[in-house]
């Protein structure tokens, strides 16, 4: 059964960056689309990118675009989430999740719906 596990979270001043990293075990995650994902104190989880499982189509919430780079190291079992301009509206808990739906073979979705998820990591940006 696929696990995730993430991390790379942290404490960063506005204008820095953090790299996310979402660490898939008990299953090749090469078979499955990632999506990240990220919730707010008192919003809705929000979905900022996905990387498809077969091409690695990528595709990005628009108050992201630009800032944030989705990848995969197939032969590492992982994805990462390149933050750049880190803004304070970008602090929250940073989760991914993973899908091995046939209709994410060659896309993926920011919508929620995911079937495996990790226990999130913490970005928190101030001054």
């Known amino acids: 059964q696929l696990q995730l596990v993430e991390s790379g979270g942290g404490l960063v001043q506005p204008g820095g960056s953090l790299r996310l990293s979402c660490a898939a075990s008990?299953?090749?995650?090469?078979?499955?689309?990632i999506g990240w994902f990220r919730q707010a104190p008192g919003k809705e989880r929000e979905g900022v990118s996905c990387?498809?499982?077969?091409?690695?189509?990528?595709d990005y919430a628009d108050s992201v675009k630009g800032r944030f780079t989705i990848s995969r190291d197939r032969g590492k079992n992982t994805a990462y989430l390149q933050i750049n301009s880190l803004k304070p509206e970008d602090t929250a808990i940073y989760y991914c999740g993973a899908t091995s739906n046939a209709r994410y073979i060659y896309g993926c979705t920011l919508e929620p719906w995911y079937d495996t998820w990790g226990q999130g990591t913490q970005v928190t940006v101030s001054s």
């Open positions: 008990g299953a090749t995650s090469t078979r499955y689309a």
């Open positions: 990387i498809s499982s077969a091409d690695s189509k990528a």
